[in-house]
């Protein structure tokens, strides 16, 4: 008996975990986006709300990317996560929102991987 192979054709059609996984990392952004004005942020530098500022701002474009089945989504994702984890260490901010967001990190990753062949290379 012959096994059938995985198709690796380009999606046509955003599979729904990538939707669900956009949605809630939106969701994510939305409440993560006021922690960049506050004065807990602003004591630590005053660079700290720029840059992290910036890590929010690329994590929304990010979204979109994928939103759209575009390579370069999952690319900036996985660049920005790291940069994430940079800048949370050099902050010296872990805490239980960090954690949890690191292992919800860590799932996108993981899903955006198993799609990425199929998405879309051009811009």
Same mark, same amino acid.
């Given at each position: 008996?012959?096994?059938?192979? +995985?198709?690796?054709? @380009?999606?046509?059609?955003? &599979? ?17 986006? @006021?922690?960049?004005?506050? &004065?807990?942020? +602003? +004591? ?29 989504? /999952?690319?900036?994702?996985?660049? /920005?996560?790291?940069?994430?984890? /940079? ?37």
């Amino acid at each position: 008996m012959v096994k059938k192979i +995985k198709d690796k054709s @380009p999606l046509k059609k955003r &599979p729904r975990i990538l939707s669900l996984i956009c949605v809630l990392g939106f969701l994510w952004i939305v409440f993560t986006f @006021p922690g960049m004005f506050s &004065p807990a942020t +602003k +004591k630590l530098g005053d660079w700290v709300p720029a840059v992290y500022g910036l890590l929010i701002a690329l994590s929304f474009i990010s979204f979109i990317g994928v939103w759209n089945l575009k390579r370069w989504g /999952v690319e900036m994702y996985v660049g /920005v996560f790291f940069a994430k984890l /940079v800048f949370f260490l050099l902050t010296n901010q872990f805490e239980g929102s960090v954690y949890a967001g690191i292992v919800f990190s860590l799932w996108f990753i993981l899903t955006f991987l198993y799609y990425y062949r199929r998405m879309q290379l051009n811009l």
